[in-house]
């Protein structure tokens, strides 16, 4: 079952702050996100557990809510650097393959 | 460390050739995933593998087969190659705690079919 997220795309000026969701049908066991440029391979952000995780590096941030199944990715004071297509990944189960959503392509204006 | 890494990088076929797509990691992961993405698209889950010997069908399979004779390799073919197969192809790499570790993605192989 493939999340959904939202919103699909999002233009933003350098120092604005921005919030993409990912939420799923079903009972969620992880959530990753990832960031992929044009061109290149996804690269991993981080990965939340189910049990109502928040987690967060330099500026981006990431809560799951475990009963609304949802998880939100949280990005403040953007950066150029931030551009890029964002891609949650969801997990049913402890030991089950990652179904990744079709993505919220952000674009960091100066 | 090389992580996980794709060959070729591109690729021209015509239609009803076949194909092999080299996928191998050196981080001795039990996990392996080949995506495959459209143009402005999101990542589709073509074939997994939890260890050597076991694979298992993801989201779109049908004009794929795959095999897991060791963990550092998962090959990825094509067979009877058809327009619709035009599309980027990225193998991942996870382990080796389940849910709890970050996925290696390759460079990927850009794929088009003529």
């Known amino acids: 079952q493939q999340p959904v997220q939202s919103p699909q795309a999002v233009i933003l000026r350098e120092g604005e702050d921005a919030v993409i969701n990912c939420s799923s049908s079903k009972a969620l066991y992880s959530v990753h996100w990832y960031r992929q440029k044009h061109g290149e391979a996804p690269v991993f952000l981080m990965i939340?557990?189910?049990?109502?995780e928040q987690k967060g590096h330099d500026k981006i941030s990431a809560s799951f809510n475990e009963k609304k199944q949802q998880s939100s990715l949280y990005l403040t004071a953007s950066q150029l650097s931030y551009s890029g297509t964002y891609f949650c990944?969801?997990?049913?189960?402890?030991?089950?393959?990652?179904?990744f959503g079709t993505g919220t392509k952000l674009q960091v204006i100066p | 460390n090389a992580g996980v890494t794709q060959t070729p990088k591109f690729r021209i076929l015509k239609i009803g050739q076949s194909m092999t797509l080299q996928c191998t990691q050196d981080?001795?992961?039990?996990?392996m995933y080949w995506y495959r993405q459209d143009p402005g698209m999101g990542l589709k889950l073509i074939y997994y593998s939890v260890g050597a010997g076991i694979t298992d069908k993801g989201e779109v399979p049908n004009g794929y087969n795959v095999s897991r004779s060791t963990t550092e390799d998962f090959p990825l073919r094509l067979e009877l190659a058809a327009p619709s197969q035009t599309s980027v192809y990225f193998c991942?790499?996870?382990?080796?705690?389940?849910?709890?570790?970050?996925?290696?993605f390759g460079q990927g192989t850009r794929l088009t079919v003529v």
């Open positions: 981080m001795n992961h039990n996990y």
């Open positions: 990944g969801t997990e049913l189960g402890g030991y089950q393959k990652v179904t």
């Open positions: 991942a790499s996870e382990g080796p705690g389940r849910g709890k570790t970050e996925a290696f």
């Open positions: 939340l557990l189910k049990g109502g």
